[in-house]
């Protein structure tokens, strides 16, 4: 099995031999990259992703040199439109709008003016087509040559500039420059508007297709480059249960051979294996563990527990999709195949804050009282979290992680920027998302407070990180005490519940859901778009039809005793 060697400096790369017939089409006799490390651990997560694209390079070269379709017509059409929604949101997130178009206005008869866009290179497109297929297929490869490169190395690598492929793929992404500028021009008017492309997935019954372990490696090293290494190592040991198990009762099948029947009768095998299995019992099959644990009255996995797994494994489904060469192209891990937790216990249910529960939080004493002993310990934290809390709907573990750094301006519009790039930052999606600043929050000085802190530093510098890795766990101890002395019932999550808060308020005024989501950071049910789907300038729109937090001039007097940034007197010198 093909593993990590070292250099001479001692650095782990990874090495594969181009076999001599394939050279002239790889043009290399060896493809070599570093891994970047000298830890073993570190080189071993990170191999598998480089190994992957190394063998789906000498594939593809392989077809090519015996003259078989390296990418179908499907697939570049499914390319393509990938493509085509990721442009649109990057162009937006980076407020480059004018790359592609610019506006005109042409009289109409009624005596107005009727604006639109005007792309330079749809014109220069047309031209070229009144020239001939030759030349319309030189200009679309030179414009969309960056585009093409990245697109070839993340879906096909190896794949010739001179193939009919990769000229067909030139096509596609010329094809849709009429609809780019469209929903580019769309968002830029503040109207949200996104590509509505019809699912398409090829039969993948003769595709090559990675493992289930070879998948996992692959994971791993995804999220070891995504996440970090930390973050990669505690999913890792969260996940692999799920995992291994599965490969355990169904074989290191090809992912693309793992049925929603499988998944099915693994769910249920996992509801009859043992909790906690002493090593002898452990190491045996998992259907022996299950028939033991029956004959011998064992406890049994909790339904949290099978739950957990199953929806661990989808997790791993739907990041294939994604490795290249994995061959999967649908998840088979449905929400039905999921054990539904909502069932349960109807006392667990989440809710939000009711409005006359916000203003008991409010108006207590955490705010009230100047020398509040439980929020005192955390600096400005203790005021500012329940309040961006209220006014964002965000996380709390995204708030409380956030650097000085991530109150940025976004085309204009100040915001808090959510991001999962770091080894003591995530978010539970993954996902990357803008949140503006409401005007209250500005008018109550945080932008003086952020202003006044280092640049390379902590929003919260009282806030220290726990065993968890998280920052915000000492702050919820004490939060959840407080809110539930003030009456708050258990079935409100005292951070959560402002989550909940914010999306009930936004909805009762009317603000659109799809909105409402891009800014709390989930995704509604059939919808594919990611967050950057809006413009901040929407999104400022939306955040501003909140009604102002309660209490709002106790609020005003706590955040100004930290305006300045200088935070030792309001905690009386401890650090908690």
Not at 175 to 185: D, F, K
Request: one cysteine or more.
């Amino acid at each position: 099995m093909a593993s990590p060697s070292k250099n001479r400096h001692g650095v782990y790369i990874c090495r594969v031999a181009v076999p001599k017939e394939l050279r002239p089409i790889v043009k290399r006799s060896e493809l070599k990259e570093s891994l970047k490390t000298k830890d073993p651990h570190e080189a071993r997560l990170r191999f598998p992703a480089v190994y992957s694209k190394f063998r789906t390079l000498i594939d593809n070269a392989k077809k090519q040199a015996a003259g078989e379709t390296v990418l179908s017509a499907v697939q570049i059409t499914s390319i393509a439109d990938t493509w085509l929604k990721e442009k649109i949101d990057e162009l937006e997130r980076e407020g480059a709008f004018r790359d592609w178009y610019y506006w005109i206005e042409e009289p109409v008869e009624n005596g107005t003016t009727l604006r639109q866009p005007e792309c330079p290179l749809q014109s220069a497109l047309a031209d070229a087509e009144k020239q001939g297929q030759q030349k319309l297929d030189e200009l679309v490869v030179e414009a969309f040559k960056d585009d093409l490169s990245q697109l070839v190395a993340r879906c096909c690598p190896g794949l010739r500039t001179e193939s009919r492929e990769y000229i067909n793929l030139a096509r596609q992404l010329a094809s849709r420059v009429g609809l780019l500028v469209h929903h580019l021009s769309e968002r830029e008017m503040g109207k949200y508007s996104t590509p509505e492309v019809e699912s398409k997935v090829e039969a993948t019954a003769e595709a090559p297709s990675m493992t289930l372990s070879e998948t996992w490696d692959c994971y791993v090293a995804k999220l070891s480059r995504e996440l970090g290494e930390q973050a990669a190592r505690r999913r890792y040991e969260d996940y692999r249960a799920a995992v291994f198990g599965l490969i355990d009762f169904v074989g290191d099948l090809p992912i693309n051979r793992v049925t929603a029947d499988h998944l099915r009768s693994y769910r249920d095998l996992l509801f009859e294996a043992p909790s906690r299995p002493k090593k002898a019992l452990k190491a045996r099959p998992l259907a022996e563990q299950a028939r033991i644990a029956k004959e011998q009255g064992l406890k049994t996995l909790s339904f949290e527990t099978v739950s957990n797994r199953m929806i661990h494994l989808s997790a791993l489904f739907t990041s294939a999709l994604d490795i290249p060469g994995s061959g999967l192209t649908i998840n088979p891990v449905s929400s039905e195949i999921i054990p539904n937790r909502r069932r349960r216990r109807k006392e667990f249910v989440r809710r939000e804050y009711s409005r006359d529960e916000l203003s008991k939080v409010f108006h207590g004493g955490w705010f009230a009282e100047s020398d509040y002993e439980e929020r005192l310990r955390f600096g400005a934290a203790g005021v500012w979290l329940p309040v961006i809390s209220y006014y964002t709907g965000a996380r709390r573990e995204e708030i409380a992680a956030l650097d000085v750094t991530d109150v940025e301006q976004v085309a204009d519009i100040w915001c808090f920027r959510i991001r999962p790039n770091g080894a003591d930052k995530r978010t539970k999606t993954g996902h990357a998302r803008d949140i503006p600043i409401h005007s209250d929050l500005m008018a109550l000085g945080l932008l003086d407070y952020a202003k006044s802190l280092p640049r390379t530093g902590k929003l919260w510098p009282d806030l220290n990180s726990s065993e968890r890795g998280k920052y915000g766990d000492s702050l919820q101890r004490k939060w959840s005490v407080y809110v539930r002395e003030q009456g708050v019932p258990p079935s409100t999550k005292p951070f959560h519940g402002f989550r909940h808060a914010f999306a009930t308020s936004l909805r009762e005024r009317g603000v659109d859901t799809s909105i409402i989501a891009a800014l709390d950071g989930h995704s509604l049910k059939g919808q594919t778009n990611e967050y950057g789907s809006f413009s901040p300038q929407a999104l400022k729109r939306a955040i501003e039809h909140l009604p102002r937090v309660p209490a709002y001039e106790l609020v005003r007097i706590r955040v100004s005793e930290y305006r300045i940034g200088d935070e030792v007197e309001k905690r009386g010198g401890d650090a908690h």
